[in-house]
């Protein structure tokens, strides 16, 4: 089993749809979660962290599910803009280390 | 604030050739990382430093691949001999608050 697996989707929704996705994870130890997105040929940017009690950012909410050892990102009112591949990360032991997934790409239609 | 800055952007290199990447982080940031990406794949890790000084590199391939981070700031990363299979993005990153990293452009390698 990878450490950490995601849907390589590609997701292809139409503008303003809700899209979500999901990463597992296998380390039960791991203390902190990220989304990142990356956009075509380009690196990729830190989108949000997750918390424990789930969290907000404008049209993006992450929760976490440590019972069932999984992220997720929802994404309202898709945009254009919003067209990427979303990577998640979880750390890996104590040493400030992320092991990534292999991203879920996602397009947003008009 | 400046982001982590890379160079070169892109290098064509042929097999067995050799090739060196730099990398200067984030002002403050103590923790570097070099991760490989390879195309339709997340970053993997090659090698983490603190300061100037090694924390894990059991991911790098050592008998091709070096790296060193002199001074605690800049890193360079350096493959001799490359393989076809070296054909990558190679992205550097560096972090202050933990696990929080930030990564820069990144090198587009192309081993022919």
């Known amino acids: 089993r990878k450490e950490v697996e995601q849907d390589p989707g590609p997701f292809n929704v139409p503008e303003g749809a809700t899209v979500a996705f999901n990463c597992t994870y296998s380390?039960?130890?791991?203390?902190?979660f990220f989304w990142y997105r990356q956009d075509c040929r380009k690196e990729p940017k830190l989108l949000m962290s997750?918390?424990?009690s789930g969290n907000e950012d404008g049209r993006f909410t992450a929760q976490l599910n440590r019972a069932s050892q999984y992220i997720s990102l929802l994404i309202r009112d898709s945009k254009l803009s919003d067209s990427a591949t979303y990577l998640c990360?979880?750390?890996?032991?104590?040493?400030?280390?992320?092991?990534f997934g292999s991203g879920t790409q996602l397009t947003v239609l008009p | 604030e400046a982001g982590v800055a890379q160079s070169p952007r892109y290098k064509i290199i042929e097999k067995r050739q050799s090739v060196a990447f730099w990398c200067n982080p984030i002002?403050?940031?103590?923790?570097l990382y070099w991760y490989q990406q390879i195309l339709g794949q997340g970053p993997k890790l090659l090698i983490q430093?603190?300061?100037?000084?090694?924390?894990?590199d059991s991911q790098l391939p050592k008998d091709r691949f070096s790296a060193e981070r002199l001074k605690g700031v800049d890193s360079t990363l350096k493959i001799q001999p490359a393989k076809l299979e070296d054909s990558a993005v190679y992205l550097c990153?560096?972090?202050?608050?933990?696990?929080?990293?930030?990564f820069g452009p990144g090198t587009r390698l192309t081993v022919l």
């Open positions: 997750v918390y424990s």
């Open positions: 990153a560096s972090s202050f608050i933990a696990n929080e990293q930030f």
């Open positions: 002002s403050g940031h103590a923790t």
């Open positions: 430093f603190q300061n100037n000084g090694v924390v894990d």
């Open positions: 380390n039960s130890a791991s203390q902190s």
């Open positions: 990360a979880v750390n890996k032991g104590s040493a400030r280390q992320l092991t």
